[in-house]
């Protein structure tokens, strides 16, 4: 299985000639050779994981191609067919199983509404958690898509999740609200982390690939 990351949040797993897609969001550039897109995750509502502009590409491409995410973005997404999944949940489409874990997503501020929110384990190897810490309790995880930065990141709690998590590998996403500076800057921390457990760390661009 490949994993690609693209800007802020967005992934694509590649695996036999099938496709799948995690957080297309405002942030990302529109994405292209998309005809093998067997499936599209959505972790949660919050626009720069997802958008209008982004499903009716992806559906253009692929017709048909099943939305799975929480019901907080099926009431968002008014229109579209979203299959909703929630922690605990298991599916398996076009050669991919994933499994779903967290919940909520982490707090912002006292004065903005918690939406619902889902980590994803995809084939038992590659776990993004959304913008969440939500550790997937009893799972070996291979790789991990540890967020960099965010509203409601703090560092130090970052480093926690890795350290938590102890994955064999990680790399940084969720990263387009920060610095060229403050992204390297994390990544040496979230490196750390990883190093903690025996990992080790890659450092993805827009663009890049791993074969996990």
Do not use: C
């Not at 529109?30 to 005809?35: E, I």
């Not at 979203?82 to 997503?105: C, K």
């Not at 490196?191 to 663009?207: D, I, R």
Request: net charge negative; charged share 20%.
């Amino acid at each position: 299985m490949r994993v690609t990351k693209f800007e802020h949040a967005a992934l694509r797993l590649d695996a036999n000639e099938k496709t799948l897609l995690i957080d297309p969001g405002s942030f990302t550039a529109p994405l292209d050779d998309l005809a093998d897109l067997v499936g599209v995750v959505i972790t949660h509502e919050h626009p720069d994981h997802w958008t209008a502009d982004h499903f009716d590409r992806l559906l253009h491409a692929a017709p048909g191609t099943p939305i799975f995410a929480p019901a907080g973005v099926a009431r968002a997404a008014e229109g579209y067919d979203i299959t909703v999944v929630s922690p605990g949940g298991t599916v398996d489409v076009g050669g991919f199983t994933l499994r779903f874990f967290g919940g909520s997503h982490e707090v912002i501020h006292s004065s903005l509404p918690t939406v619902e929110n889902v980590g994803v384990l995809v084939n038992d190897e590659l776990y993004y958690p959304g913008d969440s810490y939500a550790v997937p309790e009893g799972v070996a995880v291979g790789t991990l898509a540890a967020p960099l930065g965010a509203p409601w990141l703090k560092i130090g709690e970052a480093m926690d999740f890795v350290l938590a998590v102890a994955p064999r590998r990680s790399f940084g996403t969720h990263d387009m609200t920060l610095s060229v500076i403050g992204k390297n800057m994390h990544r040496q921390r979230l490196q750390w982390a990883t190093e903690q457990g025996g990992g080790e760390f890659f450092v993805l661009e827009p663009g890049d690939s791993l074969d996990l």
